[in-house]
């Protein structure tokens, strides 16, 4: 039983759209979401993480919106650039810190 | 330069044969893991370890054992009972397993079968 639901599972953009990435999660119990960028052939690099006491949070053109009722949260990339071209994995930590990921979203950013 | 390192990048394993692919990290975590990933999926957890000579079976522990005995090395092993090995091998670590911290990943080694 997949823990957090991540869509859509790829997004084409032109340069200077805002690519809208969504996670879902059941468990009550997560309380801390981060999302990771990955390029290929490399790990995970930490973008941006929210805690469910705040709706959101922003990070140079990195937002991430929070619905601790409806269980989702987003991340929005404002201004995307062709840089922006990874895959995004959003992720909620559960007990003894571990990570439950995404299936992640591959982002195609075209100049 | 504090990081995570992952040695080998590409490894090869033969059929029948255990493979070791190593992990350090010079942060002073406490917390370290394993995670395996698949082309069109999420990173799944193998093994992770709280403390120093402590280690706990993740979701797909199954063909996979770990050692933890120094602060800044996990080790992880792939057994020959692990048939379908081929992957992307991600390690992390974290301050501490008991607070909601950032997990910090390194640069992972691929697994390929001959």
Request: charge should be positive; charged fraction near 20%; hydrophobic fraction near 30%.
């Amino acid at each position: 039983q997949q823990q957090v639901k991540q869509s859509p599972q790829s997004l084409i953009v032109q340069k200077g759209g805002i690519p809208i990435i969504n996670c879902a999660y059941e468990n009550t119990a997560f309380d801390y979401f981060p999302w990771y960028q990955q390029f290929p052939g490399k790990g995970p690099a930490l973008l941006i993480a929210i805690r469910p006491d705040v709706s959101e949070k922003k990070e140079g053109r990195f937002t991430i919106s929070f619905n601790k009722s409806a269980k989702q949260f987003s991340l929005h990339i404002m201004d995307s650039q062709p840089g922006d071209s990874a895959t995004y994995f959003c992720a909620a930590e559960g007990n003894f810190n571990k990570f439950y990921f995404g299936s992640g979203t591959k982002l195609n950013v075209k100049p | 330069d504090g990081g995570i390192t992952q040695s080998p990048k590409y490894l090869f394993r033969k059929e029948g044969q255990n493979v070791t692919l190593s992990c350090e990290q010079n942060l002073n975590h406490d917390a370290m893991y394993w995670y395996r990933q698949d082309p069109g999926q999420g990173l799944r957890l193998i093994y992770y370890s709280q403390i120093v000579n402590d280690f706990q079976k993740g979701d797909i522990a199954e063909g996979y054992s770990v050692s933890r005995e120094k602060k800044e090395s996990f080790p992880l092993t792939v057994t020959s009972a692990q048939k379908n090995p081929t992957a992307f091998y991600l390690c992390a670590s974290s301050i501490d397993a008991m607070r909601r911290e950032t997990q910090y990943f390194g640069p992972g080694t691929r697994l390929l079968v001959l």
